[in-house]
């Protein structure tokens, strides 16, 4: 897996990618989300640079599989390397909810993504009230 600089945008693109392929599908509707949200300005990348990130992110996984195949989509040494490489609250807080924008984009929130988003708030100890306050305003 390749490093990005601490609360870089591309940290925060990639972990949004792992949300967007984390239930092994992505949805075009998680696509059209990036451009409605305007996540690109928000998190400071373009869609290209946005779409090389995803790209790479698929690349390293791939790279990372069993010798029969199997990619482990929620490995969790991996989720927690990626998720040390934010450590700003609001960028923390900014992602939470992309994140949870992206996993709900497709009309239901996966099991997988459940699960990630729950680790996600879990590890950065970020609640639900702590996403209302930052962004219900």
């Given at each position: 897996m390749r490093p990005y600089p601490i609360n870089s945008p591309e940290a925060i693109a990639r972990l949004l990618a792992?949300?967007?392929?984390?239930?092994?599908?992505?949805?075009?509707?998680?696509?059209d989300l990036?451009?409605?949200?305007?996540v690109y300005d928000l998190i400071g990348l373009s869609?290209?640079?946005f779409a090389q990130v995803l790209t790479d992110y698929c690349d390293d996984i791939s790279d990372e599989a069993e010798q029969d195949g199997t990619i482990h989509l929620l490995d969790t040494d991996r989720?927690?390397?990626m998720l040390a490489e934010v450590?700003?609250?609001?960028?923390?807080?900014?992602t939470c909810v992309?994140?949870?924008d992206i996993s709900k984009s497709d009309g239901t929130i996966s099991d997988p993504e459940i699960v990630l988003l729950r680790h996600m708030m879990k590890e950065w100890n970020i609640s639900l009230d702590d996403l209302e306050r930052q962004f219900v305003r």
């Open positions: 792992m949300f967007m392929i984390s239930d092994g599908n992505m949805d075009p509707r998680e696509l990036l451009e409605k949200v305007n869609r290209k640079q989720i927690e390397t450590t700003n609250p609001v960028k923390r807080i900014l992309l994140a949870m």
